[in-house]
């Protein structure tokens, strides 16, 4: 046995483990939770608005009801319909296997009188003018609806309503190994998930990478001791690697993270696509929402819970968006994800649409962010905080150009209390 052979085999884990961790986390058992337990081809309709007890994917929203829905289309097409919603914003992403967004319904791209579409497999005949083809068997199709505050509930369940979905009736799936299971166990779901949903000629130069582990004929025992010692080393590197970048872009701008214009639709950024998947799965591209997280003054870019913070827009510096706009405040978990922090008022995100938000009398915004309430003639635009550390983001839905490429850029975050 050679040392090229061990470092070929190191290389080998860390690219499968990289590549494959999208096909892991969208069939992963909390994946599917988030889809309500529904049978394969059939919508789950989440009739209210997330909070802090939701644990099943990462930074949720607090703006928007979720439709979701695992699709498996080896068995012939199924047939997409979405309601009219008006100007509400409406919008169903659908993903491929690797958690591309390949097609999105909606607002923005279909308009807002509603319509029916034929989602056929990567091989099936298009029939008709609204056939939409996806690149793999299995489909994720998540529905986002505006909720413009408690008052709007039931006008937004009505419309969530009617986003529905025919298709033919499909055995539930088989388990998959989740993120953190042992090397063979991953490796071999892996090699299971990428059989039934064949990576693009495009991804041929990291398959090559990855040819050593005879992932199309996956056998964990025909490893020597030190050929297993080679792999996992790969995997403990790929699982370091992919808790760095989460949604962020190249690096902080006037302390804030813009995305990469590959969000959503990641070609062959394999990196990128698995830190999204621990730390923003479900990403939608920037032209549909822009992802954007405040650098707190701790490490991994947290906040200090027990500091009170400002955010500060300028009457002529308010954000450019088409829809609607929010910042969202969550608690990190050690393996990079974020989830919402339970508070005293129940409120996880505050935006253009909270009741009650008040701008001062030049026009301007302030949004108040801390543990403790910032006294009664602030409280409205108070977004509360635990007095542990925590993460800020900020989602813009249908961003203007002068915010999509980056002509318009965020004011930073301002610590009011001494370091």
């Not at 405040?329 to 005293?344: I, K, R, S, V």
Request: charged share 20%; aromatic share 10%.
């Amino acid at each position: 046995m050679t040392d090229d052979r061990l470092k070929a085999l190191t290389r080998a884990a860390h690219a499968a483990w990289t590549f494959a961790l999208p096909l892991i986390e969208i069939s992963s058992p909390q994946t599917r939770r988030f889809s309500g337990g529904a049978p394969v081809n059939t919508f789950a309709h989440g009739r209210d608005l997330v909070d802090h007890t939701a644990r099943d994917i990462t930074t949720p929203n607090n703006d928007t009801l979720y439709s979701s829905a695992h699709i498996d289309l080896s068995q012939g097409p199924v047939t997409l319909s979405l309601p009219a919603a008006g100007e509400r914003y409406l919008s169903l992403a659908l993903m491929d296997a690797y958690t591309n967004n390949f097609a999105i319904l909606g607002t923005r791209t279909t308009g807002g009188d509603g319509g029916t579409w034929t989602l056929i497999g990567p091989t099936d005949a298009a029939q008709g003018a609204n056939c939409i083809r996806s690149p793999t068997r299995n489909v994720w199709a998540l529905a986002r609806i505006l909720v413009e505050g408690p008052h709007d509930l039931e006008a937004a369940r009505a419309v969530q309503q009617g986003v529905s979905m025919q298709g033919p009736g499909m055995a539930a799936p088989e388990p998959v190994a989740e993120r953190n299971a042992p090397w063979a166990d991953y490796l071999a779901s892996a090699a299971q998930l990428m059989a039934d949903n064949p990576p693009p000629a495009t991804d041929g130069a990291i398959l090559k990478v990855m040819a050593p582990l005879g992932l199309d004929d996956f056998d964990p025992g025909r490893f020597s001791p030190a050929e297993v010692a080679a792999i996992e080393a790969g995997v403990v590197q790929a699982r370091a690697d992919a808790q760095r970048s989460g949604l962020r872009g190249p690096g902080f701008i006037n302390g804030w993270t813009y995305p990469y214009a590959r969000l959503g639709v990641f070609a062959q950024e394999y990196g990128y696509r698995a830190s999204v998947a621990i730390g923003g799965l479900a990403a939608l591209p920037p032209e549909e929402a822009m992802y954007m997280r405040a650098k707190g003054d701790l490490p991994r870019a947290l906040f200090d819970g027990r500091a009170a913070w400002r955010l500060h827009f300028p009457a002529d510096h308010l954000l450019p968006v088409n829809s609607f706009w929010s910042l969202c405040l969550y608690e990190a978990t050690q393996d990079g994800q974020f989830f919402f922090a339970d508070n005293p008022v129940g409120r996880y995100a505050i935006g253009d649409r909270s009741p009650g938000l008040r701008t001062n009398a030049d026009g301007s915004l302030d949004i108040w962010i801390g543990h403790e309430a910032p006294g009664a003639d602030r409280e409205a635009n108070w977004l509360p905080a635990p007095a542990t550390p925590f993460a800020l983001f900020l989602r813009a839905y249908l961003p203007k150009p002068d915010l999509l490429h980056g002509r318009y850029r965020l004011p930073e975050i301002e610590r009011l209390d001494p370091a």
